[in-house]
């Protein structure tokens, strides 16, 4: 009777699971899963990890620009001290509006990769403070949205502006949206800032929103070494960045090789053992794999 019981005695869990799912329906299971875990993780990454990623980034971009005042070498150009073009994510400006508490370092470049720390400076146009026209991009909702609240501004509102030539401030001259009336030129001697975000409600844009402000006397500044001919395409309004797929391709087959091998500890250690041990794995590479995404989307949300 004894060697009947054994017989017939009843599989564990794991084994039961594995003979009555087949290979394809395994298959499908883990692409749903793998799929849910990147849309939350990129969720998790818009809504919370990245605000507190950039106020870190604007903090030692912070300390690194005071000192290049400090040294005389912050930049008043597109090139260095150094006479080296400088790279994406340097420091060039300080940039406060006051009226709706915006204090942010602003970047060279305007991918979204860029954009993930700050403001960042369109380089086809002229630093601000200088003579002629400055574009300044930034983000309306992800990564701490530092122009989440430019619309607010209204005609005459200051805008402060420090760089290596000096401060500046500028007075708003209005909010325009696509298609409204773009304001006459500045004149020979003076300046013209431009900020750019996203329009529309937040994460869901409707176009570019655009704020206007004038420098009455700037300064001269060297001649730029891009025009809006040679800007790369991903630095444009609303470009995301698609020289990150390849990194992207590389973070998604790590999230699968851990998503199979939680999937192979689930029916061999059962579901306890397997959270434990495949969790804090699955968030980082989740994270790791959504913060590529990310540089996939429009560079002003």
């Known amino acids: 009777m004894t060697g009947v019981a054994t017989a017939v005695r009843r599989p ?10 087949s290979p394809r329906q395994q298959l499908v299971g883990a692409t749903l899963v793998l799929v849910f875990i990147l849309a939350e993780s990129l969720l998790v990454q818009l809504l919370l990890v990245s605000s ?13 620009f005071r000192e290049d005042l400090a040294r005389g070498t912050a930049p008043v ?24 508490g915006v204090r942010q370092v602003v970047m060279e470049g305007t991918t979204a990769g860029n954009l993930f720390a700050g ?11 200088q003579r002629g026209v400055s574009v300044v ?7 701490g949205g530092p122009c989440a609240h430019i619309d607010r501004l209204r005609a005459g509102a200051l805008i402060h502006v420090t760089t290596g030539q000096g401060g500046f401030d500028y007075r708003v001259l209005g909010v325009r949206r ?4 773009v304001p006459a030129p500045p004149s020979a001697a003076g300046g013209r800032l431009i900020l750019a975000t996203a329009a529309g409600r937040p994460f869901m844009p409707s176009g570019v929103l655009r704020v206007d402000a004038e420098l009455a006397a700037a300064v001269p500044g060297p001649a730029r070494l891009l025009d809006s001919s040679t800007l790369p395409a991903s630095e444009q309004m609303m470009a995301g960045d698609p020289g990150t797929l390849w990194a992207l391709a590389l973070w998604l087959q790590g999230l699968l090789a851990v998503l199979l091998a939680a999937t192979f500890a689930w029916h061999r ?26 540089r996939l989307l429009p560079n002003l949300l």
């Open 12 to 21: 564990r869990s794991g084994q039961l699971i594995a003979a009555s799912v």
């Open 52 to 64: 507190i990623q950039q106020r870190a980034t604007q903090q030692k971009a912070f300390e690194r």
């Open 77 to 100: 150009g597109p090139t260095d001290a150094s006479g080296r073009e400088l790279r994406p994510g340097s420091p060039v400006a300080f940039l406060e509006i006051p009226s709706i």
């Open 119 to 129: 403001p960042g400076h369109r380089r086809d146009t002229p630093l601000p403070g």
């Open 137 to 143: 991009l930034g983000r309306r909702a992800a990564f």
């Open 178 to 181: 696509e298609r409204q009336q």
């Open 269 to 294: 250690w059962g579901r306890a053992k397997a959270w434990v041990v495949f969790l804090p794995p699955l968030v980082l590479v989740g994270l790791a794999t959504s913060g590529e995404a990310a």
